[in-house]
């Protein structure tokens, strides 16, 4: 057992807290970067482009992240692709965010009135500009409360990267905790970071959501 002030304790994890935001970061930017350009495939009227991005979707919806790290971790060793947790943990989270960010933004254009679309058409725009000055400026204030939302999620699933040696909150609450074995003061502390890192973004998800309902009855 190793002598851990609380100070000591609450030092290490604000240190462990820099990755967890890193982390939630990447994925969030990435999968956002991700989940635009398979949103346009997924508007297009290419079979072809709407098939593969259901596909990668239902993928990615359908198996738990758990797995997911643990076939990039150590699947991909057993091919000659050598990798990290830093990198399995940014790769996979990126792929699972852009396709629930993928749904999100696709249900939020299509949310859109059909006569938006009509109008757009009328004035001889094509489907770029249509998107890009008549849809998806109505689109983003309806996404903009779901996608904070999933960003919540997003953070808690970090944690998950502990499981292939990734320090971040989580594994470094595992750690200090077998070292001090003291479980419930480290992972009740670990819990507190979460939500005071979660309830913020939560609060204000809510709120975009309330303010977009009333301006809907307006």
């Known amino acids: 057992m190793i002598d851990f002030s609380l ?20 994925a969030f930017i990435g999968g956002g970067v991700v989940g635009g350009i398979l949103l346009i495939l997924r508007l297009s ?24 790290l643990f076939l990039v971790y150590f699947g991909l060793p057993m ?15 990126t792929l699972y965010a852009s396709a629930y960010l993928t749904e999100i933004w696709r249900g939020s254009v299509e949310s859109i009135p059909r006569q938006q679309w009509e109008a757009a058409q009328s004035l001889a725009l094509n489907f770029r500009e249509q998107l890009r000055h008549i849809i998806l400026p109505q689109a983003l204030r ?14 808690k699933n970090t944690a998950l990267a502990s499981v292939i ?15 001090t074995f003291s479980p419930f003061l480290v992972y009740g502390s670990v819990a ?5 890192l979660c309830f ?4 204000w998800s809510r709120h975009l959501e309330q303010r977009l309902s009333r301006r809907a009855h307006t």
């Open 45 to 68: 009227s290419s079979r072809v482009a709407n098939f593969f991005v259901r596909t990668y979707v239902q993928l990615f919806q359908g198996t738990p992240l758990l797995l997911q």
């Open 165 to 179: 040696g990734f320090v971040e909150l989580t594994r470094s609450g595992q750690i200090i905790s077998n070292a």
């Open 142 to 155: 309806i996404a903009i409360a779901p996608t904070v939302g999933f960003l919540v999620q997003a953070i």
């Open 200 to 203: 913020p973004l939560s609060m």
């Open 7 to 26: 100070w000591d304790i609450y030092r290490n994890l604000l240190l462990a807290l820099r990755w967890t935001i890193g982390l939630s970061a990447i």
């Open 79 to 93: 091919i000659g692709i050598d990798t990290s947790p830093l990198l399995t943990a940014c790769l996979c989270l």
């Open 192 to 196: 507190l970071f979460y939500f005071f």
